[in-house]
């Protein structure tokens, strides 16, 4: 911590990990670098002012966090749950570790906080990645035709 006093980390949301991860912030004295946000109304202001995105769930859905931040053009580094290895392909797009793997967690913090030329390259390829994405307007025809051929076979 010492060595990048600079850095904060930035917790937004809620959840049931906050109080145990409150706890250990001042167990190990980092309450000045830990900041608490709760939930946000408007996350696009935070993501505005990020260096990175961090997603460390042991499980998730897709990921819509994940994507927000990666529009935002964000590196990313996400626990291998989700759009990890669709949308955020490791070393291309985002770093992608293992669930739980605590190690490789801070060794690819590091790896960002030292080299601004990878954040800006995993930044952008993520921010392209997005948009290779449909639309929603193109989402939602893909799913009529969906629904549409399946009616079909089923008369």
């Not at 409150?22 to 167990?27: D, E, F, R, T």
């Not at 590196?75 to 669709?86: L, Q, S, W």
């Amino acid at each position: 911590v010492k060595k990048y006093s600079n850095v904060e980390l930035w917790i937004v949301g809620e959840g049931e990990e906050k109080e145990k991860l409150l706890n250990l912030c001042y167990a190990l004295r980092v309450t000045r670098y830990a900041k608490f946000l709760g939930w946000q109304s408007n996350v696009n202001e935070f993501y505005g002012k990020a260096d990175a995105f961090l997603l460390t769930s042991h499980s998730e859905g897709w990921g819509l966090a994940v994507v927000e931040a990666a529009r935002c053009g964000l590196p990313i580094i996400m626990t291998n749950v989700g759009c990890a290895g669709e949308l955020i392909v490791d070393s291309e797009s985002g770093i992608v570790i293992p669930a739980g793997d605590q190690e490789k967690l801070e060794e690819n913090m590091v790896k960002l906080i030292e080299d601004k030329e990878l954040r800006s390259k995993l930044g952008e390829n993520a921010r392209q990645a997005v948009l290779k994405l449909p639309s929603i307007a193109e989402t939602l025809n893909l799913y009529k035709k969906s629904w549409e051929n399946a009616l079909k076979f089923r008369k």
